[in-house]
């Protein structure tokens, strides 16, 4: 995974922030290859 723990902190706050606590974040795409460059951040979000 390409993300630092301060980004996915931070990714995790905010979408608990708007969306609720029950909220479910999953990276995919290439930040979730270690061995990938360049790249968008890619997430699936899931709400209750």
């Known amino acids: 995974m390409r993300l630092t ?11 608990r922030h708007w969306l609720g606590e029950g909220v479910q974040v999953r990276l995919f795409g290439s930040h979730s290859d270690d ?9 699936f979000v899931e709400a209750p």
């Open 5 to 15: 723990p301060q980004q996915i902190e931070i990714i995790l706050a905010r979408t």
């Open 35 to 43: 061995s990938a460059k360049g790249g968008d951040i890619d997430l």
